[in-house]
Nanobody
């Protein structure tokens, strides 16, 4: 069973930056896509960013607007989310997700097989 552990969340001020990390408990393979989703109470889980195993393909949620970058380690066992110019609207629980989606990033939570427990990001004005 693949285990995912997120870290790096916390309270910040508007305009600040955060770097989230997600560590996988074991090696993955070329079928996997690595992704970050976020969720607030009463709202559906939404895509933040997704990256193919080889790093050649990526996708971002519409709200990102160039502020965030997803990347992965050379060993492909860790995925990162660099978040810049954070806004109060970015406040949410951020989840790491890995899945065999067919190899291409997508924003459909149901296509991802493994999830971390989430890390809270709170952005104050």
């Amino acid at each position: 069973q693949l285990q995912l552990t997120e870290s790096g969340g916390g309270p910040v001020r508007a305009g600040d930056s955060l770097r989230l990390s997600c560590a996988a408990s074991e090696r993955t393979n070329h079928r996997y896509v690595m992704a970050w989703f976020r969720q607030t109470p009463g709202k559906e889980r939404e895509l933040v960013a997704a990256l193919s195993w080889g790093g050649a393909n990526s996708a971002y949620g519409d709200f990102v607007k160039g502020r965030f970058i997803i990347s992965r380690s050379n060993a492909k066992s860790e995925v990162y989310l660099q978040m810049n110019n954070l806004e109060p609207e970015d406040t949410a629980v951020y989840f790491c997700a890995f899945g065999e989606t067919g190899g291409l990033p997508n924003g459909l939570p149901g296509t991802y097989d493994f999830w971390g427990q989430g890390t809270q990001v709170t952005v104050s004005s």
